[in-house]
């Protein structure tokens, strides 16, 4: 999963929440890992792409991002959680400026995020994704139940 907006507080582990497109990551539920990345797309040719870590997801919801400015403490919460300072953004400005940057089209106030009309956010959702980071024995852990479940299917295969 890319995060090349929030490189920094990927790599300070600030950062535990990303919100995606509604119909993006649809299959994806806690206990599944990820492995986080600087840049997906768009490499020059023969770029590679740089790991920054690996997590296992813990929750995944679709949520109304107008929860952001509907509730401003749980969006000022959730701006510290998905990297950005809490103290920079408005909640209406910050999911203003998401919804603008994941194709809707949001009218803004001259030389800012501000909505023109804050109503312009209803019926926009997101794929809210949490996780938690894995350090070196997550990892080892996780390479012996994948192995495992390989067994278990190459089992199956014998059996079957």
């Not at 995606?20 to 299959?27: G, L, N, Y």
Request: net charge negative; hydrophobic share 35%.
């Amino acid at each position: 999963m890319s995060c090349s907006m929030t490189i920094d507080a990927v790599r300070d582990r600030s950062k535990t929440v990303t919100r995606r497109k509604v119909d993006s990551w649809q299959t994806l539920k806690p206990g599944d890992g990820l492995i986080l990345i600087e840049k997906g797309m768009g490499l020059p040719k023969g770029a590679k792409q740089v790991v920054l870590c690996e997590v296992e997801v813990v929750d995944v919801r679709v949520e109304p991002i107008s929860l952001m400015s509907s509730d401003v403490r749980y969006g000022r919460q959730e701006i510290a959680l998905e990297g950005f300072d809490p103290n920079e953004w408005d909640p209406l400005e910050w999911a203003t400026w998401w919804a603008g940057n994941h194709g809707h089209s949001i009218p803004i106030l001259p030389d800012s995020w501000f909505p023109v009309d804050p109503l312009d956010l209803r019926g926009i959702e997101c794929r809210r994704i949490q996780w938690r980071y894995l350090d070196e024995y997550d990892r080892s852990r996780v390479e012996v139940l994948k192995l495992q479940g390989i067994a278990q299917e190459l089992g199956r295969s014998a059996d079957g």
